[in-house]
């Protein structure tokens, strides 16, 4: 793992968009994993900005999205397909036709879960998976105790979760959907790079459990640790907890060329 502490959510959006804007540049048709939630906004923001600024062209890239509601319909404005499509999608030059993103209203979930696992074979894999981490050490919506072997598939929302999200739902909990879909933790961790951001006080426990806690199915996302290539690049409030920042930020400020 690769630690990254930068002074604030600013500056760590700014490094993580531009690790993906090289990568789009060295490969225009990289297949990129995409999430959804606070944590990636700045970041997407950089992208539209970059298409905006300077024409940078995404038109050969392929995404696929981490998670999505079960049975939110795609008009809803909470649901994952509305979120992209309002914080990224409609201001670059992505081609609709190589969007993914689980529909939450298929009549066969199970089938759907099934190829959208094919579909990301089929692309050739993720290059590179953006990940944001819930406070209870979630990625994507596998919660405490998802399978390290686990694929696409449902999964329900944990009491704490819902509660993280009941402020994207008029702040009640009774409006956010229980079930979703998401990539498993074993889909995450076939991406070539994984990228997980966190910003704030209140992922301070859950990303010192990801990096210097034993790998636990309690953490879901202790299981990068097992990720040959994964970059974790926070602000100094979730960094707090960390026992070993120091040596992280001495490594960073001498990483060889
Ligand atoms: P957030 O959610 O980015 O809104 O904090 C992250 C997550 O739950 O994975």
């Not at 099934?114 to 990940?131: H, K, N, S, T």
Request: aromatic share 8%; proline share 5%; hydrophobic share 45%.
């Amino acid at each position: 793992m690769e630690i990254i502490i930068l002074p604030d959510a600013a500056a760590a959006s700014k490094a993580a968009a531009q690790i993906l804007l090289d990568l789009v540049t060295h490969k225009p048709d990289a297949v990129l994993g995409l999430a959804t939630g606070g944590t990636p906004l700045a970041l997407y923001s950089e992208l539209i900005a970059a298409h905006k600024d300077h024409a940078f062209d995404f038109s050969r890239v392929t995404t696929f999205n981490l998670d999505e509601y079960i049975g939110l319909p795609e008009e809803h404005p909470q649901s994952y397909h509305a979120f992209m499509h309002e914080n990224l999608f409609r201001h670059i030059n992505i081609q609709p036709a190589r969007i993914h993103i689980p529909d939450g209203n298929a009549a066969d979930i199970k089938a759907h879960c099934i190829a959208y696992e094919q579909a990301i074979r089929d692309a050739g894999g993720v290059d590179l998976q953006l990940l944001g981490i819930g406070s209870d050490g979630h990625i994507g919506f596998n919660e405490p105790t998802s399978s390290f072997g686990s694929r696409t598939r449902t999964k329900t929302l944990t009491r704490q979760t819902i509660k993280d999200n009941a402020r994207f739902f008029e702040d009640d909990p009774a409006l956010v959907p229980k079930h979703c879909i998401t990539m498993g933790i074993a889909t995450i961790l076939e991406a070539r790079c994984a990228l997980l951001l966190a910003f704030g006080k209140g992922k301070a426990d859950a990303i010192a459990a990801t990096v210097e806690g034993p790998l636990s199915a309690m953490i879901p996302a202790s299981a990068l640790q097992l990720h040959p290539n994964a970059k974790i690049i926070i602000d100094q409030d979730a960094a707090a907890k960390l026992t070993f920042a120091d040596y992280y930020q001495w490594a960073y400020a001498n990483k060889p060329e």
